[in-house]
């Protein structure tokens, strides 16, 4: 390696830290409130990078929020692909994720926060959660392991309902929410076709341990 490509390189580092300081301010900001109505100064002071950082990253607020969320996706796909590894039962990998989501809203909360107040516009994005999700569905029905028949359909109901218990999971954090989440898979199974006997099995199986 040259000298002269040890300064590039180290200014590349230096660039990519800096945007990923952004992306990681602007996750804190949507897991604390959903609200993107903060200042550029007020995301900089946060990410803790000079205010002209951040257009040499990002062309403006939206973009950056839609990178945090993105961002958060991708992490939160990346962390079911490693722990749901070795699981060929589609419809456990759809329980098993559905589950371990809703016990991610305490290992996990910031992650599962940016989901929850971001999530719904992201249903069918072509990253993160969604193309993982139809493709277990896919397979499910390819199989005949789960007998509907369109599965972006199925991948509306599943991605609104997950949505639907983390809300549950943060509005009422009383209740149980591993039980909640088992018979919410449960009936989402039931739903894709898998017999009632079955999906009450599969929807209690044991869940890989995420520490």
């Known amino acids: 390696m040259s000298t002269s490509a040890l300064p590039r390189n180290r200014f590349e ?63 939160l796909g990346q962390t079911f692909d490693e722990h749901l590894e070795g699981i060929d039962d589609p419809a456990e990998l759809v329980a098993a994720g559905f589950r371990l989501s809703a016990s991610m809203a305490d290992s996990r909360p910031e992650l599962m926060q940016v989901l929850r107040h971001r999530g ?23 199989s005949g392991r789960f007998t509907v028949v369109d599965p972006l359909a199925a991948l509306t109901a599943v991605g609104g309902s997950l949505l639907a218990l983390l809300e549950l999971r943060f509005a009422r954090p009383e209740l149980d929410g591993a039980e909640a989440a088992s018979n919410l898979a449960e009936m989402l199974l039931r739903m894709l076709g898998v017999p009632p006997e079955d999906a009450r099995d599969v929807a209690r199986r044991p869940l890989p341990d995420l520490d």
Do not use: C, M, W
Request: no cysteine; proline share 1%.
């Open 13 to 75: 580092r230096r660039r990519a830290e800096t945007r990923q300081a952004l992306v990681r301010a602007a996750r804190r900001i949507l897991a604390e409130t959903g609200d993107t109505s903060a200042s550029i100064q007020a995301i900089a002071e946060r990410a803790d990078v000079g205010f002209g950082s951040f257009y040499n990253h990002f062309e403006s607020k939206t973009e950056l929020f839609d990178a945090a969320v993105k961002d958060a996706l991708e992490e």
């Open 120 to 142: 719904l516009g992201h249903i069918h994005s072509d990253s993160g959660l969604a193309p993982r999700a139809l493709r277990d569905l896919q397979v499910g029905v390819a």
